[in-house]
């Protein structure tokens, strides 16, 4: 016989979007019963979460600040063939070690770990092992989704954090080195130091495939690192991702009007388009949603699916310019898009990672002269999306 348990939120995926939203109730509400229900061991995963301090707003920093592994107050800088660059744009980097720590810290007996949901209704969750949650509402946090339906580039990627014999002399971090060779797409290589002689090395692709070649990209980490002098001492860590840079698709396919399950995160297509990257918009939904509450499950999956449309809607510029860079740059060329909006203001380059771009900031990026070929473009632009 099934065993029941009953509260009042079932946040199903204790990855970044459930986990910042069960943070925001136990904040805002917690008089609220919630269960964080998480199919593997730990909460988080494998993973670094990096962002500027412009994608979060002051007032919701506190949501973000006690996941915060190590900041950068100097900024970070990147580089390019023909343009080097500081910019002095508070950086901070959470782990998922940490997150799940101070997620079980605050949320103590209310994460469920080992948890495989089967089968989800707005108001129960099925678990594989015959468990039933039921609920007042259940949100589906649990990442992906049919991603067949969106027209998707990829970012793709292999970190390593490498314990090094001698300092590594990196002040700041470098969030793109993209004077590496141009090799399956647009290739950078990212560089958070985290103390004199450790340092996360990510060999990172803008790829048209989602192949991931995980032996292959860390000998180039290997490879990279010889080039600058470091001598690793060991890898104390590794990860590895593939984010979708979305350009096209339907959204009412992806997520059909008639589902009845609300959800978060990437699984409500909740990122930004151009980057794949997920973090403002995972902290804007937790404390919207916390702002919001109560609602029972049919109107909880109305209305996030009406955040996710409208939040689809606005992200249709960045689809455009993933168009342009998937459809009309070759892909050894495709380092010249970003080298020249490296070029722009550091405030339009943290409005446009925090999704928040302006009209003029929208015309700046396109306008002079163009990366690309016009007549390449073009068409990218005039194809439909799938």
Partial sequence: ??????????????????????????????????????SGDTLGGNHIWSFFDSDVDAGDRWLVEPLIA????????????GHSRQLAMPYNSIISARLDAHVREVLGDAVLTGAQAAELTPTTVALSDGRIIRAKAVLD??????????????????????????PHGLARPVIMDAT???????????????????LFVEDTYYSDTPDLDGPTLDARIAAYAQAQGW??????????????????????????????????????????????????????FALRLADEWPMEGRLLAHVTREWAAIHWRQGRYCRLLGRMLFGAARPEQRWRIFERFYRLSPSLIGRFYAGRSTLGDRIRILCGRPPVPIRDAMRALLNPPA
């Fill in 1 to 38: 016989m099934a065993t029941m348990t009953d509260c009042d939120l079932a946040i199903v995926g204790g990855g970044l979007a459930g986990s910042l939203t069960a943070l925001a109730f136990a904040a805002r509400h917690p008089d609220v019963s919630l269960l964080l229900l998480e």
């Fill in 180 to 198: 590496v060779e141009q090799l399956d797409g647009y290739r950078f290589v990212y560089l958070l130091p985290r103390d004199e002689r450790t």
């Fill in 231 to 284: 001598q690793v001492e060991a890898v104390v860590h590794s990860e590895n991702g593939v984010l979708p840079v979305v350009h096209g698709g339907d959204f009412d396919r992806f997520w059909p009007e008639a589902d009845p399950v609300a959800r978060a995160g990437v699984r409500a297509a909740m990122f930004q388009p151009m980057t794949g990257y997920s973090l403002p918009d995972a902290v804007r």
């Fill in 70 to 81: 190590r900041r950068w107050p100097e900024g970070y800088e990147v580089r390019f063939p």
């Fill in 141 to 166: 946090a649990r990442g992906g989704g049919d991603l067949s339906v969106l027209r998707c580039g990829w970012q793709k990627f292999v970190g390593q954090t490498l314990r090094l014999h001698a």
